[in-house]
């Protein structure tokens, strides 16, 4: 069995719950002490449950909250050498360092980490599996290369950055070189890209996709879907579009 769900979703904070076996990670953790207790236990969860939590790379969406959980609760933390190179919160209670092309495993979930194009110091994502289950997270990257394409054929389910329209970026209220920055090949993915990655990586073994980290600024729920249905009208039924403020259901593949 492998589960997901997000606690939260969006530039404002991110965390990702997986759980194999045993085995529950958090993959970033953008909250609060107070707000990543509060979600967990809307997902059933408890602080205690979480065995590790693993970082995608250092913004402050993806990294604020780790520091302080992991010393609150002196959970294990994994990130790369780049990421604890450029963040600013050094004082992790139990810190692993990895390479985002070693595959690695914790408790009974099988990790596979790679590289992903995003302005960051040595950002990654990952692919989960247990058994012969794969979730894959894909978030934070400013373009889709053919070694994506490669790697995330195959899944059973994948969480997919939409960032934002590309319309509504150039009419909302950022700033030239803001803009500049989301749009760049280090940015973010705007929802035609992740539409075509989509279309191009989907195959009939993937079940459920959730797409995830919407601008609230540059990007609604309703563009998202249109946009899906347009370039991957296929995949419309098994899309769910994650929040900022909610924590989603649990997905479960069993
Ligand atoms: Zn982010
Ligand atoms: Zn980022």
Redesign the pocket.
């Known amino acids: 069995m492998l589960r997901f769900a997000t606690l939260g979703s969006?530039?404002s904070g991110?965390a990702t719950v997986v759980q194999g076996g045993d085995t529950c990670v958090l993959v970033?953790n953008?909250f609060t002490i107070k707000e990543t207790v509060r979600r967990l236990a809307q997902a059933g969860l408890q602080p205690e449950d979480i065995s590790a939590i693993v970082v995608?790379?250092e913004?402050g969406?993806?990294i604020s909250g780790v520091g302080p959980f992991s010393r609150r609760y002196n959970t294990p933390v994994w990130m790369t050498h780049g990421t604890f190179g450029a963040t600013r919160d050094k004082k992790i209670a139990d810190l692993n360092l990895f390479h985002a092309h070693e595959p690695m495993q914790i408790g009974d979930l099988s990790l596979e980490p790679f590289p992903t194009p995003h302005d960051a110091a040595e950002s990654c994502q990952f692919v989960f599996s247990c058994g012969a289950f794969r979730f894959a997270t894909l978030?934070?990257l400013g373009c889709t290369t053919p070694y994506l394409q490669s790697l995330l054929t195959d899944l059973d389910a994948l969480l997919l950055?939409c960032?934002y329209d590309a319309d509504m970026l150039r009419n909302g209220p950022y700033g030239e070189s803001l803009q500049a920055r989301i749009r760049g090949a280090w940015g973010?993915l705007d929802n035609v890209q992740a539409a075509r990655f989509l279309e191009q990586i989907d195959t009939p073994r993937l079940r459920r996709v959730l797409l995830g980290?919407l601008s609230e600024k540059n990007n609604c729920p309703d563009v998202v879907m249109e946009t899906i249905g347009h370039y991957a009208p296929k995949a419309v039924e098994r899309a769910r579009i994650m929040s900022q403020s909610e924590v989603s259901d649990w997905y479960e593949l069993a």
Request: charged share 25%; net charge negative; hydrophobic share 0%.
């Open positions: 969006g530039s991110n970033d953008g995608t790379h913004h969406d993806h978030t934070d950055e960032n973010h980290h």
